[in-house]
């Protein structure tokens, strides 16, 4: 998993909790965070492709959450800046080279190392699916969103 992915958690976290009355600027997030304006900006474009960002063009443009934080998954956000592809991908080595020799039927289903990824998968990404940035939110700590928007307004101005 990118680091693109722990970016755009936070700056939809950020973005929750400065609320919708303003587009914050990718410039601005990237300064917030001290990253890379270019590949932050590629990270927000891709969730506002989701559905989970909106963009505002132009000199007061930039990024608002689309949805409430109670509709967004951290597997949405994964999904939009990583893809929908599985993590593991089985190639069936064991058909390769001397491993082939097997007899066909051994072959018809997936072999315990699949299985046993596809298990694993499945587990992170319905653990990924049940969390939403609201629940982040609830456990961050309790001035977390007042200091936030407190500093957010200082550096606003």
Known sequence: MTEGVEWGLHCCLTLAWIGPEQPVSTARLASWFDLPPAYLNKRLQALVRAGILSSTPGVRGGFRLALAPEQVTLMDVVAAIEGRDDVFR?????????????????????????AAMRKAELAWRGALAAQTLSDLMAAAPPDARERTRHQYARLHD
Do not use: D, H, K, M
């Open 90 to 114: 089985c190639t069936e080595i064991r058909q390769q080279g001397q491993g082939s020799l097997g007899e066909n039927r051994e072959f018809a289903t997936p072999c315990g190392v699949a």
